[in-house]
């Protein structure tokens, strides 16, 4: 069962949205436990030690406005589907640097909803989602949402995941078809990118974050123009 949050300090619009965003999910089979905050510092705390699979975040807010919790929520382990809500549309623009998943508007809730349940269910079932490996006598499964690239090293491939990283005696071709279309991207012929886990694209590179840092990714030539396809079409969704 997945952990939802809605955060907004107006307790008469989180309870419009709880009862909203509950039915909705109901409709779409997001099976799902709910907690409501009223106050951003009761969410920070509460980030420390609890997982949240979805939140719907207000960005105007006494005391930290959700922009700074999107920017404490990156330093989580946790993967977590942010979704900001707003009344200010011209507030949308500025938060676009804390990658969020999608946007509500609180004038156009009933309209907007629908679709993004749609999206995140999808995201949630792809985060569930598993890479069967072999790593010396053992069969590992592990979770794509946990893999954040595959870089190549002569006949074996490095997985560098959230928390750990091991070598595989495995080609970069095979694992490319398998992960293909299931939110990675082959950027340079020694590397595999996690897309969840991408802060910022230049032309030459892509930083992805890590733990405390972000690492700089190179972008082949032969790859730029695909990577930059695949990109702009993760945005539009």
Same mark, same amino acid.
């Given at each position: 069962?997945?952990?939802?949050?809605?955060?907004?300090?107006?307790?008469?619009?989180?309870?419009?949205?709880?009862?909203?965003?509950?039915?909705?999910?109901?409709?779409?089979?997001?099976?799902?436990?709910?907690?409501?905050?009223?106050?951003?510092?009761? +969410? @920070?705390?509460?980030?420390?030690? $609890?997982?949240?699979?979805? !939140? &719907?975040? #207000?960005?105007?807010?006494?005391?930290?406005? %959700?922009?700074?919790?999107?920017?404490?929520?990156?330093?989580?382990?946790?993967?977590?589907?942010?979704?900001?809500?707003?009344?200010?549309?011209?507030?949308?623009?500025?938060?676009?640097?804390?990658?969020?998943?999608?946007?509500?508007?609180?004038?156009?809730?009933?309209?907007?909803?629908?679709?993004?349940?749609?999206?995140?269910?999808?995201?949630?079932?792809?985060?569930?989602?598993? +890479? @069967?490996?072999?790593?010396?006598? $053992?069969?590992?499964?592990? !979770? &794509?949402? #946990?893999?954040?690239?595959?870089?190549?090293? %002569?006949?074996?491939?490095?997985?560098?995941?959230?928390?750990?990283?091991?070598?595989?005696?495995?080609?970069?071709?095979?694992?490319?078809?398998?992960?293909?279309?299931?939110?990675?991207?082959?950027?340079?012929?020694?590397?595999?990118?996690?897309?969840?886990?991408?802060?910022?694209?230049?032309?030459?590179?892509?930083?992805?974050?890590?733990?405390?840092?972000?690492?700089?990714?190179?972008?082949?030539?032969?790859?730029?123009?695909?990577?930059?396809?695949?990109? &702009?079409?993760?945005?539009?969704?």
């Amino acid at each position: 069962m997945y952990h939802i949050v809605i955060c907004d300090d107006e307790k008469e619009i989180l309870n419009d949205l709880y009862k909203k965003i509950q039915d909705c999910f109901n409709k779409n089979a997001i099976q799902a436990e709910y907690t409501c905050i009223d106050d951003a510092r009761n +969410l @920070m705390a509460r980030m420390q030690h $609890e997982s949240i699979d979805v !939140l &719907f975040l #207000d960005i105007d807010m006494p005391y930290h406005n %959700g922009m700074e919790v999107a920017g404490y929520m990156s330093s989580q382990e946790h993967k977590t589907i942010l979704i900001f809500v707003t009344s200010h549309d011209a507030l949308v623009y500025q938060t676009f640097a804390y990658r969020p998943f999608g946007f509500i508007r609180k004038t156009h809730i009933d309209e907007e909803l629908d679709e993004l349940a749609v999206r995140i269910r999808k995201e949630l079932l792809e985060n569930q989602q598993e +890479l @069967m490996i072999q790593k010396g006598q $053992e069969l590992c499964r592990l !979770l &794509f949402s #946990d893999l954040i690239y595959i870089e190549a090293e %002569g006949n074996y491939l490095v997985l560098q995941l959230k928390n750990d990283k091991f070598r595989i005696r495995e080609t970069m071709t095979n694992m490319e078809s398998r992960l293909c279309g299931k939110g990675f991207i082959r950027c340079h012929k020694g590397y595999l990118v996690n897309t969840r886990y991408i802060e910022k694209y230049k032309s030459a590179e892509i930083l992805v974050k890590l733990r405390d840092e972000s690492m700089a990714i190179p972008v082949g030539r032969s790859y730029e123009k695909d990577v930059r396809k695949q990109i &702009f079409a993760m945005l539009r969704d």
